[in-house]
């Protein structure tokens, strides 16, 4: 949860941003683009440590997360969608062995 780290650390808000359309462009494409700038999220006090204070962080990240998804396409917002086939494919990436040395060339 880097973003939220950062945000704890420093004390300074977040500013959730969808993007919509970004897709359409890629690759000298044309098309509408839309950005969507949310309210800004103040980032909580932290007096945890450890495993405490690392699930606060993962729940801050979340909550931030949730605002983006909210501005985007519903078969966009992958874990937060209501689209049943969304939430599986957020999740079977999710479940990616990111922390073992070997995927991460160690």
């Known amino acids: 949860p880097g973003m939220a780290y950062l945000s704890v650390?420093?004390?300074a808000p977040i500013v959730p941003v969808s993007i919509i359309g970004a897709?359409?462009?890629l690759g000298g494409g044309e098309g509408p683009v839309r950005?969507?700038?949310h309210?800004?999220?103040t980032p909580p006090e932290?007096?945890?440590r450890g495993r405490e204070r690392r699930d606060?962080?993962?729940a801050f990240s979340r909550e931030v997360m949730a605002?983006?998804?909210s501005g985007l396409p519903d078969d966009q917002r992958g874990e937060f969608s209501s689209c049943q086939d969304a939430r599986a494919a957020a999740e079977a990436v999710s479940e990616f062995p990111f922390d073992d040395p070997e995927m991460r060339g160690i």
């Open 56 to 58: 606060a962080l993962d």
């Open 35 to 37: 950005i969507i700038y």
């Open 23 to 25: 897709d359409s462009i």
């Open 67 to 69: 605002v983006i998804a």
């Open 46 to 48: 932290m007096t945890s």
């Open 39 to 41: 309210p800004p999220l």
């Open 9 to 11: 650390k420093s004390r």
